[in-house]
T-cell receptor, first 114, second 113 residues
Framework: SQQGEEDPQALSIQEGENATMNCSYKTSINNLQWYRQNSGRGLVHLILIRSNEREKHSGRLRVTLDTSKKSSSLLITASRAADTASYFCATDPAGGTSYGKLTFGQGTILTVHP | GAGVSQSPRYKVAKRGQDVALRCDPISGHVSLFWYQQALGQGPEFLTYFQNEAQLDKSGLPSDRFFAERPEGSVSTLKIQRTQQEDSAVYLC???????????FGSGTRLTVV
């Protein structure tokens, strides 16, 4: 079963614009993670935000977490054509396993036009 | 190695055949996960190993699916008597410990014809 739901399902923007993707989840979490997947490849870990954190930055990426609304957003600033990929959020549910078993959403397909 | 290695990259099996998919995780990573990803979907959990112990196999869809990691490093996912619904990308991921992100392999794309 999929815990996270990404919104929008697909996003198309021009190079240089910002891209925002949202993720909503149902149960309390230990942490939430974002991954990128290029077509036909494995997933690449982008960023992990813990339940007691509200915002995190990594290069052009900014992730926010609102545990009261059970939602997170991923912002990619100054997008590039190379950012074209599918983006997934994944949650490690609190009170679940002790080993960080992740549940993934269905992803947002981002297309950045040159 | 530098990353998680999976083989084969692509596998075409006739319905009813047995297949074995290999995962070579990052050296020293305690945790190893197998996920199944259908086209256009997010990965779905199959099974988890902590070293050589299979601690969770709740996601394996049927008793035709079997996974092992006998020496706590390389893992094999075996599917017996493959069916068309088994067609998917099978992803392996490893992690040094709880609370860290996963490193995924490139996956094995299985097509059952």
């Amino acid at each position: 079963s999929q815990q996270g739901e990404e919104d929008p399902q697909a996003l198309s923007i021009q190079e240089g614009e910002n891209a925002t993707m949202n993720c909503s989840y149902k149960t309390s979490i230990n942490n939430l993670q974002w991954y990128r997947q290029n077509s036909g490849r494995g997933l690449v870990h982008l960023i992990l935000i813990r339940s007691n954190e509200r915002e995190k930055h990594s290069g052009r990426l900014r992730v926010t977490l609102d545990t009261s609304k059970k939602s997170s957003s991923l912002l990619i600033t100054a997008s590039r054509a190379a950012d074209t990929a599918s983006y997934f959020c994944a949650t490690d549910p609190a009170g679940g396993t002790s080993y960080g078993k992740l549940t993934f959403g269905q992803g947002t397909i981002l297309t950045v036009h040159p | 190695g530098a990353g998680v290695s999976q083989s084969p990259r692509y596998k075409v099996a006739k319905r009813g055949q047995d297949v074995a998919l290999r995962c070579d995780p990052i050296s020293g990573h305690v945790s190893l996960f197998w996920y199944q990803q259908a086209l256009g979907q997010g990965p779905e959990f199959l099974t988890y190993f902590q070293n050589e112990a299979q601690l969770d196999k709740s996601g394996l869809p049927s008793d035709r699916f079997f996974a092992e990691r006998p020496e706590g490093s390389v893992s094999t996912l075996k599917i017996q008597r493959t069916q068309q619904e088994d067609s998917a990308v099978y992803l392996c991921a490893s992690s040094p410990r709880t609370g860290y992100g996963y490193t995924f392999g490139s996956g094995t794309r299985l097509t059952v014809v």
